[in-house]
T-cell receptor, first 114, second 116 residues
Framework: AQKVTQAQTEISVVEKEDVTLDCVYETRDTTYYLFWYKQPPSGELVFLIRRNSFDEQNEISGRYSWNFQKSTSSFNFTITASQVVDSAVYFCALLNFGNEKLTFGTGTRLTIIP | GAVVSQHPSWVICKSGTSVKIECRSL??????MFWYRQFPKQSLMLMAT?????????EQGVEKDKFLINHASLTLSTLTVTSAHPEDSSFYICSARDHQTLETQYFGPGTRLLVL
């Protein structure tokens, strides 16, 4: 069975602060994919990143960075110099290889205070 | 990037009527589409997996006769909520999996259904 835990239900930070969203996953498979999605108030889920289990390189995309550590089964997401437009619910998700279904975490609601 | 559209974005209907929601992949072919339901401040709940040309696979507890899914082409899947009741009011989201990059699901903008 697979599981994704996002322990932080809600986070509020002041604009320009850095913030890290935690994601811990459980799976018995050795091949899997991890995702982050952003859901702004409009409701649409926006794909942010996909990482496969064999690639532990951290990734940076502009103000976004992701830290994948298999040893701790974590795939954390950091926003640097946060902006009001970053306010959204962020979901971490897991997909086991050969499986069609995404397992979502419960989401973290991030509020950036101007 | 891959774009998925949903129509309508909002629908208000009377109890007992049926509502059809369309999900289209605009710039890629999707052999598999997924339908989710999301209640306020909750995560997404998978309702069913829709494969082109075959019957949908429903998750446990989802009534297949109430939520009819048709995936007639590689770019279109429809969800029909039959005889809708107020408890069916929710946010319905579809996603499509690009058959070339099987791992990633791209989501539509969602449909807010309010049943009076």
């Amino acid at each position: 069975a697979q599981k994704v835990t996002q322990a932080q239900t809600e986070i509020s930070v002041v604009e320009k602060e850095d913030v890290t969203l935690d994601c811990v996953y459980e799976t018995r498979d050795t091949t899997y994919y991890l995702f982050w999605y952003k859901q702004p108030p409009s409701g649409e889920l926006v794909f942010l990143i996909r990482r496969n289990s064999f690639d532990e390189q951290n990734e940076i995309s502009g103000r976004y960075s992701w830290n994948f550590q298999k040893s701790t089964s974590s795939f954390n997401f950091t926003i640097t110099a946060s902006q009001v437009v970053d306010s959204a619910v962020y979901f971490c998700a897991l997909l086991n290889f050969g499986n069609e279904k995404l397992t979502f975490g419960t989401g973290t609601r991030l509020t950036i205070i101007p | 990037g891959a774009v998925v559209s949903q129509h309508p974005s909002w629908v208000i209907c009377k109890s007992g009527t049926s509502v059809k929601i369309e999900c289209r992949s605009l710039d890629f072919q999707a052999t598999t589409m997924f339908w989710y339901r999301q209640f306020p401040k909750q995560s997404l709940m998978l309702m069913a997996t829709s494969n082109e040309g075959s019957k949908a696979t429903y998750e446990q507890g989802v009534e297949k006769d109430k939520f009819l899914i048709n995936h007639a082409s590689l770019t279109l899947s429809t969800l029909t909520v039959t005889s809708a009741h107020p408890e069916d009011s929710s946010f319905y989201i579809c996603s499509a999996r690009d058959h070339q990059t099987l791992e990633t699901q791209y989501f539509g903008p969602g449909t807010r259904l309010l049943v009076l």
